[in-house]
């Protein structure tokens, strides 16, 4: 659950609430002082049954609610959390950066990923729609999104080794919400990396664009505990999770880390048995009708119990 503000900017308008503490004290003592100085206070209040020189803290306490709610309305406050899904469009976003050529797995990282996301979609219904994008320092959307699956797979098959050095995670996932924007299914990335986002677009940026259309993130890394020999360079390839159980847990997937081809059919079958999805809720209209709600309450306690004697 995760509550996002889309114009964080008016928060400020929350210092209100200490200048209005401030104003109610300062006023409060001027008001005392001025009236002990022409009323018989014990006397009328043996009368009404009822000290007259109060706080009131109650209408403070009000007041600084209405002030809390309308400045979180003008925020406008949206609440994500998870719920029950039947459907899913998917965006698979393969690495294919030059350390994707190591050989932990068979024949190497990026052969095995396109070899098991095939099979993935083979057992996929027919009706899913499903987008390919291709990624290292650039991102390259291989195929739109479609439910044919044969383009699909067409497109995943000619995914070559990428000439851009580096890995650029954050265009990644920048890409692939992009593809999904127009979606009215459960929107899902399934991004299949062995690096750390090293060039390009912050990742921490291109999370929150990814939550804000509420899409959820299924990273899986690639490359097996004691890493693998980059293709013609005298290089052992490993992986930092940190990076990729960060991008799941912000966007509501799960990180998957697998050293081998069977790790990566188990983590595509969970995937695709997942029911959850990110669902907004607009506080906008809740906020505002409980501020309002709190001002006739707060004006009907003027009225009776805090009402002021002539």
Known sequence: MEIVFSRPGYLWFLL???????????TLKSVRRKALKFANFDAIARVTGRPLLTSNAVLVFLRGLVLVFFTFSLAQTTLYYLGDSTDFTFVIAIDSSSSMTADDFNPNRLEASKEEALNFIDGLDAQTRIGVLSFSGSSLV?????????????????????EVGGTDLGEAIVTSVNMLREEDKS????????????????????????????????PIGVASEQGGKILGLDIISTINDNELTTIAENSGGRYYRVNDREGLVNAYKEISKANRERISLNLDPILMSLALIILFFEWALMNTKFRTLP
């Open 187 to 218: 929107k899902v990335i399934i991004l299949l990396t062995d690096g750390q986002s090293n060039v390009g677009i912050n990742v921490k940026e291109a999370l929150v664009y990814a939550v804000e259309n509420e899409v959820i993130i299924y």
């Open 142 to 162: 291989e195929q739109g999104i479609t439910d044919n699956m044969e383009d699909v797979k067409s497109a995943i098959k000619k995914i070559k080794l990428s």
């Open 16 to 26: 209100s609430v200490i200048l209005l503490i401030v104003i109610h004290l300062f």
